[in-house]
């Protein structure tokens, strides 16, 4: 959904959901960190994530589509 570059300059990746059998799954949505070849996931367990923003060296907000609150997460 949407992508900021982290303290590294690498891409920190937004994943909205996983879809499953009746679409969308709620709280599967996650924050990754690619890193080359591989991702690493910082944090999931997100409820529909859309967009990030980078707010520190390890602190990110987050918006949530069914929340419509937006979040801080730090790592």
Excluded: C, W
């Amino acid at each position: 959904m949407d992508i900021v570059l982290g303290p590294d300059q690498r891409p920190v990746v937004v994943e909205f959901a996983r879809f499953g059998q009746q679409g969308f799954t709620p709280f599967t949505g996650r924050i990754l960190r690619a890193t080359g070849e591989k991702s690493t996931v910082l944090i999931e367990g997100l409820n529909l994530p859309t967009s990030i923003a980078k707010g520190g060296l390890h602190t990110y907000y987050v918006s949530s589509l069914a929340e419509g609150k937006v979040q801080r997460l730090s790592y």
